[in-house]
Protein backbone atom coordinates (compact mmCIF):
# COMPACT_ATOMS: atom_id res chain seq x y z
CA UNK A 1 0.00 0.00 0.00
CA UNK A 2 1.01 3.83 -0.66
CA UNK A 3 0.39 6.45 1.70
CA UNK A 4 0.87 9.18 -0.66
CA UNK A 5 0.99 12.94 0.61
CA UNK A 6 -2.03 14.28 -0.90
CA UNK A 7 -4.42 11.77 0.88
CA UNK A 8 -2.79 12.37 4.45
CA UNK A 9 -5.51 13.58 6.52
CA UNK A 10 -8.19 13.75 3.64
CA UNK A 11 -10.89 12.70 6.23
CA UNK A 12 -9.75 15.19 8.90
CA UNK A 13 -10.91 18.05 6.45
CA UNK A 14 -14.45 18.76 8.14
CA UNK A 15 -15.71 19.76 4.26
CA UNK A 16 -14.79 16.22 3.39
CA UNK A 17 -16.83 13.15 4.34
CA UNK A 18 -15.93 10.75 2.10
CA UNK A 19 -12.68 9.74 -0.56
CA UNK A 20 -12.50 7.39 -2.62
CA UNK A 21 -9.06 6.71 -4.07
CA UNK A 22 -7.32 4.40 -7.14
CA UNK A 23 -4.39 3.49 -7.89
CA UNK A 24 -3.14 2.17 -4.35
CA UNK A 25 -3.24 -1.23 -5.03
CA UNK A 26 -2.50 -3.70 -7.54
CA UNK A 27 -5.17 -4.36 -9.96
CA UNK A 28 -3.49 -8.02 -10.54
CA UNK A 29 -2.96 -8.93 -6.83
CA UNK A 30 -7.04 -7.48 -5.97
CA UNK A 31 -8.38 -9.62 -8.73
CA UNK A 32 -6.45 -12.36 -7.51
CA UNK A 33 -7.81 -12.38 -4.16
CA UNK A 34 -11.46 -11.66 -4.52
CA UNK A 35 -10.60 -14.93 -6.67
CA UNK A 36 -9.55 -16.58 -3.09
CA UNK A 37 -12.30 -15.40 -1.22
CA UNK A 38 -14.91 -16.62 -3.84
CA UNK A 39 -13.31 -19.85 -3.47
CA UNK A 40 -12.57 -20.34 -0.12
CA UNK A 41 -14.65 -17.65 1.98
CA UNK A 42 -17.57 -17.18 0.22
CA UNK A 43 -19.24 -20.32 1.40
CA UNK A 44 -18.46 -19.24 4.92
CA UNK A 45 -20.37 -16.43 4.77
CA UNK A 46 -23.60 -15.41 6.89
CA UNK A 47 -26.50 -13.72 5.24
CA UNK A 48 -27.36 -10.10 6.22
CA UNK A 49 -30.41 -9.38 5.24
CA UNK A 50 -32.97 -6.27 6.32
CA UNK A 51 -35.96 -6.28 3.60
CA UNK A 52 -38.59 -3.23 3.84
CA UNK A 53 -40.92 -3.64 6.41
CA UNK A 54 -44.61 -3.60 5.15
CA UNK A 55 -45.90 -1.50 7.15
CA UNK A 56 -43.74 1.54 6.11
CA UNK A 57 -46.64 1.55 3.76
CA UNK A 58 -49.95 -0.15 5.38
CA UNK A 59 -49.69 1.24 8.32
CA UNK A 60 -49.06 4.57 7.49
CA UNK A 61 -51.69 7.16 8.25
CA UNK A 62 -50.69 10.17 7.01
CA UNK A 63 -49.24 11.30 3.32
CA UNK A 64 -45.69 12.40 3.24
CA UNK A 65 -45.04 10.78 6.50
CA UNK A 66 -43.34 7.56 5.72
CA UNK A 67 -40.05 6.44 7.24
CA UNK A 68 -37.82 3.80 5.97
CA UNK A 69 -35.24 1.90 8.34
CA UNK A 70 -31.77 0.79 7.23
CA UNK A 71 -32.51 -1.71 4.19
CA UNK A 72 -29.45 -4.01 3.39
CA UNK A 73 -29.02 -7.50 1.56
CA UNK A 74 -25.54 -8.72 1.26
CA UNK A 75 -23.49 -11.77 2.60
CA UNK A 76 -20.62 -10.39 5.43
CA UNK A 77 -18.10 -12.36 7.60
CA UNK A 78 -18.03 -10.99 10.97
CA UNK A 79 -14.29 -11.00 11.39
CA UNK A 80 -14.27 -10.51 15.01
CA UNK A 81 -16.38 -13.60 15.98
CA UNK A 82 -13.90 -16.08 16.42
CA UNK A 83 -16.69 -19.15 16.93
CA UNK A 84 -17.73 -18.55 13.23
CA UNK A 85 -16.59 -20.74 10.60
CA UNK A 86 -16.30 -17.32 8.29
CA UNK A 87 -13.62 -16.05 10.62
CA UNK A 88 -11.77 -19.74 11.02
CA UNK A 89 -11.51 -19.39 7.28
CA UNK A 90 -10.47 -16.07 7.24
CA UNK A 91 -7.74 -16.14 9.53
CA UNK A 92 -6.34 -19.22 7.90
CA UNK A 93 -6.20 -16.93 4.22
CA UNK A 94 -4.54 -14.25 5.79
CA UNK A 95 -7.06 -11.99 5.84
CA UNK A 96 -7.83 -11.32 9.35
CA UNK A 97 -3.56 -10.60 9.96
CA UNK A 98 -4.02 -8.43 6.95
CA UNK A 99 -6.86 -6.33 8.35
CA UNK A 100 -5.02 -6.51 12.14
CA UNK A 101 -1.80 -5.03 10.15
CA UNK A 102 0.27 -2.52 11.19
CA UNK A 103 0.48 -1.48 7.87
CA UNK A 104 -3.39 -1.27 7.38
CA UNK A 105 -3.41 0.62 10.55
CA UNK A 106 -0.98 3.17 9.63
CA UNK A 107 -2.98 3.78 6.46
CA UNK A 108 -6.08 3.96 7.99
CA UNK A 109 -4.40 6.61 10.52
CA UNK A 110 -3.19 8.54 7.99
CA UNK A 111 -6.22 8.79 5.96
CA UNK A 112 -8.17 10.04 9.18
CA UNK A 113 -5.48 12.30 10.06
CA UNK A 114 -6.49 11.80 13.91
CA UNK A 115 -4.89 9.47 16.27
CA UNK A 116 -6.95 6.22 16.00
CA UNK A 117 -7.48 3.67 18.71
CA UNK A 118 -6.02 0.25 19.26
CA UNK A 119 -8.79 -1.74 18.84
CA UNK A 120 -10.57 -1.81 15.80
CA UNK A 121 -13.62 -3.43 14.16
CA UNK A 122 -13.07 -5.56 11.05
CA UNK A 123 -15.58 -7.39 8.41
CA UNK A 124 -15.55 -8.79 5.22
CA UNK A 125 -18.48 -7.98 2.76
CA UNK A 126 -20.18 -9.47 -0.32
CA UNK A 127 -22.24 -7.52 -3.21
CA UNK A 128 -23.79 -10.39 -5.30
CA UNK A 129 -26.18 -9.48 -7.99
CA UNK A 130 -28.85 -7.16 -6.77
CA UNK A 131 -27.28 -6.44 -3.64
CA UNK A 132 -27.41 -3.43 -1.34
CA UNK A 133 -27.57 -1.04 0.83
CA UNK A 134 -30.52 1.42 1.72
CA UNK A 135 -29.85 4.73 2.77
CA UNK A 136 -28.52 4.78 6.36
CA UNK A 137 -25.97 6.96 8.25
CA UNK A 138 -24.33 4.59 10.27
CA UNK A 139 -24.62 7.08 13.05
CA UNK A 140 -24.43 5.06 16.72
CA UNK A 141 -25.33 8.00 19.05
CA UNK A 142 -25.91 5.31 22.10
CA UNK A 143 -22.24 4.78 21.63
CA UNK A 144 -19.89 7.24 23.48
CA UNK A 145 -16.89 6.45 22.00
CA UNK A 146 -18.90 6.37 18.43
CA UNK A 147 -21.28 9.24 18.63
CA UNK A 148 -18.53 12.17 17.42
CA UNK A 149 -18.20 10.38 14.71
CA UNK A 150 -15.13 7.28 13.26
CA UNK A 151 -14.12 6.41 10.30
CA UNK A 152 -14.44 3.39 7.76
CA UNK A 153 -12.21 2.07 5.29
CA UNK A 154 -12.71 0.06 2.61
CA UNK A 155 -10.89 -2.08 0.16
CA UNK A 156 -12.79 -3.03 -2.99
CA UNK A 157 -11.91 -6.25 -4.47
CA UNK A 158 -13.99 -7.37 -7.36
CA UNK A 159 -14.15 -10.44 -9.71
CA UNK A 160 -14.79 -10.83 -13.36
CA UNK A 161 -18.52 -9.79 -14.68
CA UNK A 162 -19.09 -6.75 -12.09
CA UNK A 163 -20.30 -4.19 -13.80
CA UNK A 164 -21.97 -1.49 -11.81
CA UNK A 165 -22.93 -0.17 -8.43
CA UNK A 166 -22.98 3.35 -7.05
CA UNK A 167 -22.11 4.74 -3.57
CA UNK A 168 -24.24 7.76 -3.24
CA UNK A 169 -23.93 10.36 -0.49
CA UNK A 170 -25.03 12.94 0.56
CA UNK A 171 -23.23 16.69 0.63
CA UNK A 172 -25.49 19.76 2.18
CA UNK A 173 -28.88 17.80 2.70
CA UNK A 174 -29.17 16.57 -0.84
CA UNK A 175 -28.43 13.27 -2.10
CA UNK A 176 -25.92 14.70 -4.85
CA UNK A 177 -22.59 12.89 -4.50
CA UNK A 178 -22.28 9.19 -6.29
CA UNK A 179 -18.90 7.56 -7.08
CA UNK A 180 -18.69 3.96 -8.68
CA UNK A 181 -17.02 1.55 -6.79
CA UNK A 182 -16.76 -1.01 -8.76
CA UNK A 183 -13.42 0.03 -9.67
CA UNK A 184 -10.51 -2.80 -8.73
CA UNK A 185 -8.87 -2.13 -6.10
CA UNK A 186 -10.58 1.27 -5.20
CA UNK A 187 -9.73 2.44 -1.51
CA UNK A 188 -12.95 4.38 -0.07
CA UNK A 189 -12.97 6.15 3.29
CA UNK A 190 -15.75 7.55 5.53
CA UNK A 191 -15.82 9.75 8.68
CA UNK A 192 -19.33 8.59 9.70
CA UNK A 193 -22.30 9.57 10.14
CA UNK A 194 -23.25 10.94 7.58
CA UNK A 195 -26.07 9.84 5.02
CA UNK A 196 -25.06 7.22 1.89
CA UNK A 197 -26.72 4.01 0.47
CA UNK A 198 -24.93 1.68 -2.32
CA UNK A 199 -26.93 0.85 -5.37
CA UNK A 200 -27.79 -3.00 -6.55
CA UNK A 201 -24.92 -4.27 -7.64
CA UNK A 202 -24.90 -5.39 -11.61
CA UNK A 203 -23.29 -7.79 -12.93
CA UNK A 204 -22.78 -9.33 -16.80
CA UNK A 205 -21.38 -12.26 -15.67
CA UNK A 206 -23.53 -15.07 -13.16
CA UNK A 207 -21.78 -15.24 -9.35
CA UNK A 208 -20.10 -11.85 -10.79
CA UNK A 209 -18.91 -10.46 -6.84
CA UNK A 210 -17.88 -7.18 -5.38
CA UNK A 211 -15.80 -7.90 -2.31
CA UNK A 212 -15.43 -5.21 0.85
CA UNK A 213 -12.75 -5.44 3.35
CA UNK A 214 -13.24 -3.18 6.14
CA UNK A 215 -11.87 -1.62 9.53
CA UNK A 216 -13.74 0.66 11.51
CA UNK A 217 -12.12 2.94 13.79
CA UNK A 218 -12.87 5.39 16.88
CA UNK A 219 -10.94 8.26 17.42
CA UNK A 220 -7.77 7.93 20.04
CA UNK A 221 -8.95 11.42 20.91
CA UNK A 222 -12.75 10.74 21.09
CA UNK A 223 -14.56 12.78 24.10
FE1 LIG B 1 -22.80 2.47 5.56
Redesign the pocket.
Known amino acids: MITGKRLHGVLSDPARRFCAERGLLAERHCAAAARLLDQKLWPALTALEAPIPPETIYAQKRNYEELLPKTVRVKTAYLERRREHGFRVAEDLGLVAMLRSESFVAFCTALAGRPLRKRHGIQALCYGAGDY ?1 GP ?1 T ?1 HHPEEPLARDGYVDVHLTLCTPGVAQQWLVYARRGHFSEVVDVTQQGIVTGYRLPFW ?1 YTTPLVVQRAHARRWVLLGTFLFADAP
Open positions: AHDH
